[in-house]
């Protein structure tokens, strides 16, 4: 098998991995609660807080907890957080008044046996300037108030840590005389720069993509136009102008390509684990080998120095015949990759992680191709509805949302699956990083690229063609799609909810208004009858 082939086939198999990590995504500091209504007194957004902890005077770590529902609004400076002493309550609980006197600290209790707005004010009237509660579980839990407790009035910040962190706090205060902390909520900037170049990687990956698959139509239909001039019913017979390296894209093969899709993500959300992510990591690293690889053999191929290894084949068992250029080529993408798997967990693989993801999109994006305006209406409609069931809808019937946690790698140990682009959050004083999701960019990109290849073959210029508009338009609802991320605070959001309306209604309006929709929705690309045939009509 010729090693472009393999690469075609690796390709496909990820396709659906590719597109269940459709999502763009940014760290979670405020958290909207349907479950827990606001009501008078108990009306605090769940905001996340720093408390770092100093010891004998030395600060020593920070840790990360959650606001209560109730209490006044946590200070958002550091500057202006007041550094104070932490005590142990006597009893640990807090549901009676505290056996050793307090003088304004803060009084680290444990979570049980009354409700937490009772712990606030039994610390409130022993004189406590605030209220750390330690949950009995390694995650963070969100305080809210009792369904009898309607008129909650606590003048003091009440903040939860995990399990973890409340037991490492107390060993601190047990080998120390003197820990003290402070507590704020820091907030996230409007819009981190981070989120600037993760929409140019995004949109400049989709142009690449499309230039490079309207360069290979073009040179298929030249390729093409020479056959039928030699020997037109000959070459008609053998169907000869069908590229072996292209996969068109049917109506069937679109329906289903979403529904295993779902499947898959489902089996992600159910088997979500450390060794599962590494399978993950495995097939991720094969596709991104292939795709670096026939990235890096397309581009050197371009210059005259390599032409001549690009042309000299020798043949190989298994791959079968394959050119010197990709056997120079090779080592290399199997090395970076390697090293990228191996220290994935450095705070910079994420550079690597991007060089293979953008890589495989614009492999995937010259490999797969849409055929015809009606088939991209299909795929992009099918994963329309995909985005926005498993993003909203799967959270009443799995309790979460399946696409966030299955983004996030929730459970597995890992700092999320590998396919996703992401770039840290630079002047985000919580860090994380801004991801989207490769089936926010394949898809749409199909059509955008499919745009480009008809206005070649087509002759159009770039004002009179389709792929400016199909462009502009990915990249106003990519926009658009941040605007709503930090309007919803950070939550995770399906991108193709506001990319599909734009892309798509702008092509559909624009062939319409031009009277180009039945040809885009049909054929895509201009007829090429033989010469005979051409010249009978010419003759009519």
Known sequence: MELKNRALYCSLCAVAVLLCSSLVFASDTVHQDDVAPKRPGCDNNFVLVKVPIWVDGKEEAEF?????????????????ANQTKVALADPPDCCSKPRNKLTGEVI????????FVTKANVAEAAGASALLIINNQTELFKMVCEANETDVKVGIPVVMLPHDAGASLKRSMGNS????????????PLVDVAEVFLWLMAVGTIICASYWSAWSAREAAIEQDKLLKDGCD???SKQTYHSSGVVDINTASAIFFVVIASCFLVMLYKLMSYWFIEILVVVFCIGGVEGLQTCLVALLSCFRWFEHAAESFVKVPILGAVSYLTLAVSPFCIVFTVLWAVFRSVSFAWIGQDILGIA??????????????????????????????WVFVSKKLFHKSVMIVVARGDGSGEDGIPMLLKIPRMFDPWGGYSI???GDI?????????SLRYDWLSKKSLKSGYFLWAMLAYGLGLLVTYVALNMMDGHGQPALLYIVPF???????????????KHLWTRGEPDRPCPHVQLQRDEQ
Request: positive net charge; hydrophobic residues 45%; contains cysteine.
């Open 64 to 80: 990360v907890g959650v606001g209560a529902r109730f209490g006044p609004t946590l200070e958002s400076k550091e500057k202006r």
């Open 108 to 115: 680290l209790v444990h979570r049980g046996n009354c409700s």
């Open 177 to 188: 005389s003197h820990v003290s902390i402070q507590i704020y909520s820091p907030q996230r």
């Open 234 to 236: 000959e070459y008609l």
């Open 360 to 389: 495989l999109i614009v492999t995937v994006l010259q490999i797969v191709r849409v055929p015809n305006l009606k088939v991209g209406t299909v795929l992009l409609s099918c994963a329309f509805l995909y985005d926005i069931f």
């Open 436 to 438: 989207i999701g490769f």
């Open 442 to 450: 394949i898809l749409p990109g199909l059509l955008v690229a499919f």
């Open 503 to 517: 892309t798509l209604g702008t092509l559909i309006t624009l062939g319409s208004k031009r009277g180009d929709l």
